[in-house]
Structures are given as structure tokens and as C-alpha cells.
């Protein structure tokens, strides 16, 4: 059995709207398994986006746990959960986010400055990219790659600080189904290069495969579990 860096206890969340609240999730209970690739799966409106942004320190739940590395990270201030997601949690969302005016090796070297890396910058930020494969492509700006390179960059600079779980909402969303499958592989290879964990979320029945831990979300609920 893997080793657990995340797991949830009976985790709720709801909105308030016209005449009540609406659940958006309903008692969810999953365990991450360190060094793997989770993939939560399911529908638009399923949950999934919500449930990623309290795994990963950005929302806080109505209520349960959210435990990261033996620690509940849903007792803790805002001040300490941004230090948490500066040192120790990556994200790769479905819009890549680039700043235009800043090349693939500045948007990433960028990164490392807002996340106080303490070590050399400069190797780091063309080890990542090499990593993705952009290794002769640093210097271009983002309007001159492709929608998969610049998902690619996006990749590079939330593993740039060295985290220890990396959370990726639709990042193959916008890419055609061959560019979504080589991202996934690039996931798989930073998992082994650099022993991270990897969340993705996703609705791309044609990426399941690659999943070593998969749950099924679905109105708010986890519906089904698979585990290589």
C-alpha cells in the first residue's frame, strides 16, 4: 500500500443561494497516495474543480479535514496556508496563465522568485524546461508556442520550487486528444524524475488509463473508486 500525503475526512461543501444552500460537495472521504497520478473524474458540475481547490489550499470546506502530511490544514490562518502553497503545492490550471511579455525561461524563473526558491534560479528554471521537453524553446515568447507548449511552460513553472503535490484542474482541456496524451506522459515522467504527486482533474475518458488512483465524482459525491 503507497504511502497517504492527503487524504479528507467527511468534507462538505456548500453555497448559499435563493432559498437555501446548494451542496456542492457531500461527505467526501478520499486518500492520495504519494508519488502516484489521482485523477478525479467526472462531468462538468460533478465537483471535481471544488473539491481540487480545498485539496489545495485555496478554499476552505463548510466542513471536515483536509489532511496534508499529518497536518489539517483546514484549522490553519490564511498566512500559513499560503506558506504551505508556496513551499509545498504546484498548480496547473486549464488556462496556462503565461505573462505575455516574459519568454518560457522568465515565466518560470519568474515562479521561483515568488516562491522564495533558495537555490540556484537560473540551472532550475532550464532544468524544468528541459524536463518538458522545451529544453531549445526557452527563449520564446508565448504567442510563439503551441497551445501544448505552453501547457508545457505551465508545467515547468509549478514543479519549478520543488512541491511536494502538484494539482492540475483540466490542463488538456484545450489541447487535442494526441497533445493531452503526451502531457499526461509528462506528468508520469516528472512522478518518477522527481517523485511528486500529481492531482489531475478531468472529464477525457481517453486519459483514465494512466491513472493509478482514479475517483469518480459525481452531484457532489464520490460514486466509485479504482486503484491500480
Known amino acids: 500500500m503507497a504511502d497517504i500525503i492527503l487524504k479528507t475526512n467527511h468534507v462538505i461543501q456548500s453555497f448559499p443561494v435563493a432559498g437555501g444552500e446548494f451542496v456542492a460537495l457531500n461527505d467526501i ?10 485523477i478525479l473524474k467526472g462531468r462538468s458540475g460533478s465537483g471535481k474543480t471544488t473539491l481540487m481547490n480545498i485539496l489545495g489550499a485555496l478554499d476552505y470546506p463548510k466542513s471536515g479535514e483536509v489532511i496534508l502530511k499529518d497536518r489539517d490544514i483546514t484549522k ?3 498566512r500559513e496556508r499560503e506558506n504551505i502553497r508556496k513551499q509545498n503545492i504546484g498548480f496547473v490550471f486549464q ?7 516574459m519568454n518560457a525561461y522568465e515565466n518560470v524563473e519568474f515562479a521561483l522568485r515568488l516562491s522564495g526558491f533558495k537555490g540556484d534560479m537560473k540551472k ?3 532544468e524544468c524546461l528541459e524536463m518538458v521537453g522545451l529544453g531549445k524553446r526557452i527563449m520564446h515568447m508565448p504567442q ?5 507548449e505552453q501547457q508545457r511552460v505551465a508545467i515547468a513553472r509549478a514543479i519549478a520550487h520543488k512541491p511536494k503535490i502538484i ?7 484545450e489541447l487535442d486528444t494526441n497533445t493531452g496524451i503526451q502531457v499526461v506522459k509528462i506528468f508520469k515522467n516528472l512522478i518518477e524524475a522527481e517523485g511528486i504527486t500529481i492531482v489531475m482533474t478531468t472529464h477525457d475518458t481517453g486519459l483514465m488509463e494512466a491513472a493509478e488512483c482514479l475517483y469518480e465524482l459525481e452531484d457532489g459525491k464520490i460514486v466509485d473508486r479504482e486503484y491500480d
Request: without cysteine; hydrophobic residues 45%; aromatic residues 2%.
Open 144 to 148: 510563439e508556442l503551441s497551445g501544448g
Open 29 to 38: 472521504n478520499i486518500e492520495i497516495p504519494k508519488g502516484k497520478l489521482t
Open 95 to 101: 488556462s496556462v496563465a503565461l505573462i505575455p511579455m
Open 124 to 126: 532550475r528554471a532550464k
Open 167 to 173: 494539482f492540475a484542474d483540466e490542463p488538456t482541456a
Open 76 to 78: 490553519l490562518a490564511e
